[in-house]
């Protein structure tokens, strides 16, 4: 017979993830494609006046972004890069063939996000922070301009980037997920070249998890390093959408406006878009 105490872990058990897969844990845990699809709408609608059709999704990784970008319209078109070719396979197989007819709008090129310039697309992404990986200026300069090269004469390049004091302190955060607990880890982090270690973990609830999911060696941009980078690969518009704050929670309320002073806080996520 179950005691009580067994019977409470069991169900505690029972409520873990309802997957374990890594990929589809990390979607879940950081990305919100359809808040970003819906945001670059608004941005290219408001600088443009009209609807962006086609998006680049570089650092596409599993393509969530670029699958949910070609169910929201009947005629839009993405492309995603990504140098590795198991994620992109993974991108297949998970998100891609799900979206039946719609799946011929995707094209995933398995390349560097500095080689890649045609088709000139609407919207570039570059978001969860990935163009970290470049770590001085020329190299990130480099990567703005194959940027700006593959923009049509409209287009916009979407990137985000965090900060605040918290960014610089080694420190574990923990976010509670349906199933699991989502961990972001910050290690070490070189005043004097900004670089640090960032780990991703998931610990389950009612047990097990997987440490060091995933592993990223970075350097912690400024704003107005990332704006200095931009201008100089030749963009003449940068611009900062920082969210706002719900006066009941006090927390962020997922609306980003345009902005070019701001209170600085402990941590921010902001996006900076370039045209
Ligand atoms: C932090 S993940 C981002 C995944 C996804 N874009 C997102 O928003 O969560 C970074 C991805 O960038 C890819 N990557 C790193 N350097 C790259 C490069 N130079 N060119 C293309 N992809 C690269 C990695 O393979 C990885 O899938």
Request: net charge negative.
């Amino acid at each position: 017979m179950q005691t009580a105490k067994k019977r409470g872990k069991n169900q505690e058990r029972r409520t873990g993830p309802e997957t374990r897969d890594l990929h589809r844990l990390y979607e879940m845990a950081v990305q919100s494609p359809d808040v970003n699809a819906d945001f670059f709408d608004r941005v290219y609608r408001s600088i443009n006046d009209k609807t962006p059709k086609t998006l680049k999704e570089d650092f596409c990784g599993t393509a969530l972004l670029s699958a949910e970008w070609v169910r929201k319209r009947k005629d839009n078109i993405a492309i995603g890069v990504d140098l590795d070719g198991p994620t992109l396979q993974w991108a297949r197989e998970h998100n891609i063939a799900p979206l039946g007819e719609d799946a011929s709008r995707v094209q995933l090129v398995e390349d560097d996000v500095r080689k890649v310039t045609k088709p000139k697309v609407d919207v570039i992404a570059a978001l969860n922070f990935s163009y970290f990986i470049f770590k001085q200026p020329d190299a990130l300069t480099e990567y703005y301009k194959t940027v700006r090269s593959s923009l049509n004469k409209d287009g916009i390049f979407v990137m985000d980037i965090f900060g605040g004091w918290e960014a610089q302190m080694d420190l574990v955060d923990k976010t509670k997920n349906e199933g699991f607990t989502y961990e972001w880890e910050q290690k070490g982090i070189n005043p004097i070249t900004n670089e640090g270690i960032f780990h991703i973990h998931f610990k389950f609830h009612g047990g097990g998890g997987i440490k060091k999911a995933f592993t990223y060696d970075w350097r912690l941009w400024s704003i107005p390093e990332v704006q200095q980078c931009l201008e100089a690969a030749g963009f003449k518009t940068v611009d900062v959408y920082w969210e706002g704050i719900d006066s009941d929670t006090d927390e962020g309320n997922g609306v980003f406006r345009k902005v070019t002073k701001v209170e600085n806080c402990p941590g921010w996520h902001t996006f900076i878009v370039a045209y």
